[in-house]
């Protein structure tokens, strides 16, 4: 499978939890960005991240949210302490780079977060 | 102003006929752009990117690009009631990140 692979796709945690959300890109591709989306609201940017450097992190909460991507492995996002304003929909996306004409984010099939 | 804005819709188009689908954008500096078909429950998918002005055409899709007048369409011919989804509008000015609008509902009535 070359896409965008993301798991786990359903995970539900108790408030106080962490989650873990992993993200492996397309092969080649080295640009990882993270979404959120709440239901029936649209895409929220979090973070941008290249291999072992954070390039944007705007859209992410200051607190309980932090995010990698190591030079080996998946990017992770991860949420300490988690609430049940947390319960979304997180989506990755990958693309190659960021330079215009190589920029189009390819989507994976998303982690649906449950807070208990 | 948002950076992206879309018709939060829905857009309701019979079964056959052309669904127009628009987005303005307010960065002048804007090169690429994008648009996504999202069902729901699904992730967005990609249908057309489009940098040039004029039209781009992919199948029943085209994609229409005015930067002067800084807006971007999709047009959906023969819309068939597996096109109902929200279409996402993306906009890359080049130096920083994509932006996304919200996204229009489009339902096509059988």
């Known amino acids: 499978n070359a896409g965008v692979m993301q798991n786990p796709r359903h995970l539900v945690r108790r408030r106080g939890q962490e989650a873990r959300l992993r993200c492996s890109p397309m092969?080649?591709?080295?640009?990882v960005y993270w979404y959120r989306q709440l239901p029936e609201e649209g895409l929220k940017f979090m973070v941008y991240l290249q291999k072992e450097n954070i390039i944007d992190e705007s859209g992410m909460p200051k607190e309980r949210f932090s995010a990698e991507f190591p030079k080996e492995g998946p990017s992770i996002l991860r949420i300490q302490q988690v609430v049940r304003g947390d319960s979304a929909a997180y989506f990755c996306?990958?693309?190659?780079?960021?330079?215009?004409?190589?920029?189009?984010?390819?989507f994976g099939p998303g982690t649906r977060l449950t807070v208990l | 102003q948002k950076e992206v804005e879309q018709n939060s819709g829905p857009l309701s188009v019979p079964e056959g006929a052309i669904a127009s689908l628009n987005c303005t954008y307010s960065?002048?500096?804007?090169?690429?752009f994008f648009w996504y078909r999202q069902y729901s429950g699904k992730s967005p998918e990609l249908i057309m990117s489009i940098y040039s002005n004029g039209d781009k055409e992919d199948g029943r899709f085209t994609a229409q690009l005015n930067k002067a007048s800084q807006y971007v369409s999709l047009l959906i011919r023969d819309s068939q009631p597996s096109d109902s989804a929200t279409y996402l509008c993306?906009?890359?000015?080049?130096?920083?990140?994509?932006?996304f609008g919200t996204g229009t509902k489009l339902q096509v009535i059988p």
């Open positions: 996306a990958s693309s190659l780079q960021a330079l215009v004409s190589t920029d189009t984010q390819y």
């Open positions: 960065d002048r500096v804007s090169q690429s």
């Open positions: 993306a906009v890359h000015p080049g130096y920083q990140k994509v932006t």
């Open positions: 092969k080649g591709h080295s640009h």
